[in-house]
């Protein structure tokens, strides 16, 4: 299968205002392209005669297409410009979603069935578009004159509004997107000392289209050291999970249709590298 794409894109910023005054609107778009799972397009059939069944790989996928468009205005700010704060908006045309299907009452001949069964394969399903709005913040407390202008915050939040087309024209949620999401990160840095304390968060989202299973919403708190010492060497401390988050996933857009509950724990690492010059 030979396929040819012509990926064009264009990113462009201008200053509002004198460049002293930090401003700037941004645009951008952009072509990009994303191919199949290997294992959606493997030419390999598993049969099984007992059902009249077979699962094969579908080597003629199209590739997964998106146009994207950017336009957002940002603001530096302080001394060096070492603050932002920024706001935009967004839009993704997408086509050729990649979707598992069982397709009944298929000719099983060319893989030594003389009869009909079922099919399962993948397939391209139908465009989506999703647009949204996104936020962040970020700045070192350089206003103070004692130990706070060591620290930092870091603060961002977005919104998407997204649906698709599946293969058999109804309309579904684009997997993987969560409606809202945000994040923020408090931390110092001094010397050879750089501390953060992160929040993800997320709402529920599709995790996988075939079985309509979703993923609850939940929040995850993790915390990062690192230490320089004798030039070269970084000692790192990484605690992620440490409230103890589950991940809960359900059925069907209904949390009353259990899947699974999976108790992740804390997880905590120690570290210790050396850069060779």
Same mark, same amino acid.
């Given at each position: 299968?030979?396929?040819?794409?012509?990926?064009?894109?264009?990113?462009?910023?201008?200053?509002?205002?004198?460049?002293?005054?930090?401003?700037?609107?941004?645009?951008?778009?952009?072509?990009?392209?994303?191919?199949?799972?290997?294992?959606?397009?493997?030419?390999?059939?598993?049969?099984?005669?007992?059902?009249?069944?077979?699962?094969?790989?579908?080597?003629?996928?199209?590739?997964?297409?998106?146009?994207?468009?950017?336009?957002?205005?940002?603001?530096?700010?302080?001394?060096?410009?070492?603050?932002?704060?920024?706001?935009?908006?967004?839009?993704?045309?997408?086509?050729?979603?990649?979707?598992?299907?069982?397709?009944?009452?298929?000719?099983?001949?060319?893989?030594?069935?003389?009869?009909?069964?079922?099919?399962?394969?993948?397939?391209?399903?139908?465009?989506?578009?999703?647009?949204?709005?996104?936020?962040?913040?970020?700045?070192?407390?350089?206003?103070?004159?004692?130990?706070?202008?060591?620290?930092?915050?870091?603060?961002?939040?977005?919104?998407?509004?997204?649906?698709?087309?599946?293969?058999?024209?109804?309309?579904?949620?684009?997997?993987?997107?969560?409606?809202?999401?945000?994040?923020?990160?408090?931390?110092? @840095?001094? #010397?050879?000392?750089?501390?953060?304390?992160?929040?993800? $968060?997320? +709402? /529920?989202?599709?995790?996988?289209?075939?079985? %309509?299973?979703?993923?609850?919403?939940?929040?995850?708190?993790?915390?990062?050291?690192?230490?320089?010492?004798?030039?070269?060497?970084?000692?790192?401390?990484? @605690?992620? #999970?440490?409230?103890?988050?589950?991940?809960?996933?359900? $059925?069907? +857009? /209904?949390?009353?249709?259990?899947?699974?509950? %999976?108790?992740?724990?804390?997880?905590?690492?120690?570290?210790?590298?050396?850069?060779?010059?």
């Amino acid at each position: 299968v030979s396929q040819d794409h012509w990926l064009p894109s264009l990113n462009t910023r201008f200053s509002i205002g004198d460049l002293e005054d930090g401003r700037y609107i941004r645009f951008a778009v952009g072509r990009v392209l994303s191919r199949p799972n290997p294992q959606f397009i493997k030419p390999i059939a598993e049969l099984n005669d007992d059902l009249d069944e077979v699962e094969v790989g579908n080597p003629n996928l199209d590739p997964y297409l998106a146009w994207q468009y950017d336009l957002a205005y940002e603001y530096y700010f302080g001394d060096t410009g070492e603050g932002l704060f920024s706001i935009g908006v967004f839009y993704k045309d997408v086509e050729n979603f990649f979707e598992e299907v069982s397709l009944e009452n298929q000719d099983l001949s060319p893989w030594g069935v003389d009869d009909t069964g079922t099919i399962n394969t993948y397939v391209n399903g139908g465009a989506g578009e999703s647009i949204g709005i996104e936020a962040s913040y970020q700045t070192p407390f350089t206003m103070f004159d004692n130990f706070m202008r060591d620290f930092g915050i870091v603060l961002n939040y977005t919104y998407v509004d997204s649906e698709r087309t599946t293969f058999d024209g109804e309309k579904a949620p684009m997997p993987g997107t969560s409606e809202h999401s945000a994040n923020a990160v408090f931390y110092y @840095v001094k #010397n050879a000392w750089d501390a953060r304390l992160v929040y993800n $968060y997320r +709402d /529920d989202y599709l995790f996988n289209q075939d079985d %309509q299973k979703y993923i609850e919403g939940a929040g995850r708190l993790d915390f990062a050291l690192r230490f320089s010492f004798l030039e070269n060497f970084v000692a790192s401390l990484d @605690v992620a #999970n440490i409230t103890e988050e589950s991940e809960y996933s359900y $059925y069907d +857009d /209904d949390l009353a249709r259990f899947h699974k509950l %999976q108790l992740e724990g804390r997880r905590v690492a120690l570290g210790l590298s050396y850069t060779f010059q």
